[in-house]
C-alpha cells in the first residue's frame, strides 16, 4: 500500500501570506497525485489533480507541484476562505490512499 | 451537471449488515472510463477509501476491508450499492460517494452512519 504522509498536520497562517503544504508518498505515483479540501461539515472539494492541474472553477492562488515520491499545494495569498484541512490522494497505485490531512488554521 | 446522493440508515447494531446507496445524475455508468468510489470519513479523522466500480463492471476493493465489502451498480437507475457486513462502532463515520474520472471530482454530500447497540 502507498502511504501518503502530510506535513505539517497543522499549519498556523495569516491572511494575506503565502501556506506551504507538503505530501510525501511512499513509493512513486508519477503524477497521479490530487489534492482536496475539506469545510467543516461538507464533503471534500477537489484542487487539483495530475500533481499540477487546477480543477474547474479553483481560484490561481492555488498552486500544486511535485512528481514521483513529493508533492507541494501552495495557496498564495491566503483569503479567509481558504482555512480548511487539506487531502493529498494518490491514484497510481491499488489501493487509493489519502493523506491524514492537514489543518490550515488563522494565525 | 454531475450530483450524487447518499442514501441509507443513519443508525445500525453491532454486527449488522450496512447497505448505502449512490443516486447520481449528470453522467451514466455505462459510458467507457466512468467510475463511482464510496470514501468514509470517522468524526475527526482522516478520509479513507474503501471501494469502486468502473461502467465495466470492474470493482476494486480497500484490501482491509475487501472481505466485508460488496459493491454493485444499477445503471438503469443511476445507482450504485455499497454493503458493509458484520459492522462494529469502528466503523462509525460519514460514508461519501463520488464520481471518479481518476480522481474523485464531484462528491455527494455524505451520510453519517452510527453503529451502537
Redesign the interface.
Known amino acids: ?1 502507498t502511504v501518503m504522509t502530510q506535513s505539517p498536520a497543522t499549519l498556523s497562517v495569516s491572511p494575506g501570506e503565502r501556506a506551504t503544504l507538503s505530501c510525501r508518498a511512499s513509493q512513486s505515483v508519477s503524477s ?1 497525485l ?1 489534492w ?1 479540501q475539506q469545510k467543516p461539515g461538507q ?4 484542487l487539483i ?1 495530475g500533481a499540477s492541474t487546477r ?1 474547474t472553477g479553483i481560484p490561481a492562488r492555488f498552486s500544486g507541484s511535485g512528481s514521483g515520491t513529493e508533492f507541494t499545494l501552495t495557496i498564495s495569498s491566503l483569503q479567509s476562505e481558504d482555512f480548511a484541512v487539506y ?1 493529498c ?1 494518490q ?1 497510481n497505485n ?8 492537514t489543518r490550515l488554521e488563522i494565525k | 451537471q454531475i450530483t450524487l446522493k447518499e442514501s441509507g440508515p443513519t443508525l445500525v447494531k453491532p454486527t449488522q449488515t450496512l447497505t448505502l446507496t449512490c443516486t447520481f445524475s449528470g453522467f451514466s455508468l455505462s459510458t467507457s472510463g466512468v467510475g463511482v468510489g464510496w470514501i468514509r470519513q470517522p468524526p475527526g479523522k482522516a478520509l479513507e477509501w474503501l471501494a469502486l466500480i468502473y461502467w465495466d463492471d470492474d470493482k476494486r476493493y480497500s484490501p482491509s476491508l475487501k472481505s466485508r465489502l460488496t459493491i454493485t451498480k444499477d445503471t438503469s437507475k443511476n445507482q450504485v450499492v455499497l454493503t458493509m457486513t458484520n459492522m462494529d462502532p469502528v466503523d462509525t463515520a460519514t460514508y461519501y460517494c463520488a464520481h471518479e474520472d481518476a480522481n474523485f471530482d464531484y462528491w455527494g454530500q455524505g451520510t453519517l452512519v452510527t453503529v451502537s447497540s
Open positions: 500500500e497521479n490530487a482536496y464533503a471534500p472539494r477537489l489533480y480543477a487531502y490522494q491514484y491499488w489501493p487509493l490512499t489519502f493523506g491524514q490531512g
